[in-house]
């Protein structure tokens, strides 16, 4: 019987959530919802569950992942340790081979596994983080634009304001006037 730990059950359980997040990240969605989707991930991913706790679910996650799968990447080099030593020793029949193959499978099912669910967690923040940074530079862009039309604005009524070089402007009358020849 193969024993699984409530370590692998969690991130076999948090795989989907991670998928179903990195799609609705990747879809081609208005920009209000794709910032709708933005801010609910903030918002679940990036809390602290304790005051006293100074790391968030995202990091924990990513924690339990990264273990997960190091610990599965072991298991799986055991595993093939003791089917070579075995197999090296005493040879095998096919009954045990079987035995010994289902073993590997299932670790190296368990480490695949993990390591898909780590990746696509660091995917996930990293797209995020890119999503963000996109939406406060189209902010940013979108202030300098409206900035920028206001002094063009600015311009063409100070340019309408002054007289157009075509037209010659009077000759200003003399500050003193000269009534006798000398």
Same mark, same amino acid.
């Given at each position: 019987?193969?024993?699984?730990?409530?370590?692998?059950?969690?991130?076999?359980?948090?795989?989907?959530?991670?998928?179903?997040?990195?799609?609705?990240?990747?879809?081609?969605?208005?920009?209000?919802?794709?910032?709708?989707?933005? $801010?609910? %991930?903030?918002? +679940?991913?990036? !809390?602290?569950? #304790?005051? *006293?706790?100074?790391?968030?679910?995202?990091?924990?996650?990513?924690?339990?992942?990264?273990?997960?799968?190091?610990?599965?990447?072991?298991?799986?080099?055991?595993?093939?340790?003791?089917?070579?030593?075995?197999?090296?020793?005493?040879?095998?029949?096919?009954?045990?081979?079987?035995?010994?193959?289902?073993?590997?499978?299932?670790?190296?099912?368990?480490?695949?596994? $993990?390591? %898909?669910?780590? +990746?696509?967690? !660091?995917?996930? #923040?990293? *797209?995020?983080?890119?999503?963000?940074?996109?939406?406060?530079?189209?902010?940013?862009?979108?202030?300098?634009?409206?900035?920028?039309?206001?002094?063009?604005?600015?311009?063409?009524?100070?340019?309408?304001?002054?007289?157009?070089?075509?037209?010659?402007?009077?000759?200003?009358?003399?500050?003193?006037?000269?009534?006798?020849?000398?």
């Amino acid at each position: 019987m193969v024993q699984i730990s409530y370590f692998k059950l969690l991130v076999v359980s948090i795989f989907r959530p991670a998928g179903i997040l990195l799609g609705l990240l990747l879809a081609p969605l208005p920009r209000e919802v794709t910032k709708l989707v933005l $801010s609910v %991930c903030d918002a +679940i991913l990036f !809390v602290r569950p #304790h005051p *006293y706790i100074p790391i968030s679910l995202f990091w924990m996650i990513i924690t339990i992942c990264g273990a997960t799968f190091v610990t599965d990447v072991q298991e799986l080099q055991r595993v093939r340790g003791l089917y070579r030593l075995e197999k090296a020793e005493k040879g095998m029949h096919f009954k045990d081979r079987d035995r010994w193959i289902i073993k590997i499978l299932g670790a190296e099912r368990g480490a695949w596994i $993990s390591g %898909c669910c780590l +990746i696509m967690w !660091v995917v996930v #923040h990293r *797209y995020r983080k890119a999503l963000k940074v996109n939406f406060t530079q189209q902010g940013e862009n979108q202030s300098l634009h409206l900035q920028l039309s206001e002094e063009r604005q600015k311009y063409s009524r100070l340019k309408a304001a002054l007289p157009k070089a075509s037209e010659t402007p009077a000759k200003p009358p003399p500050l003193v006037e000269v009534t006798e020849k000398l």
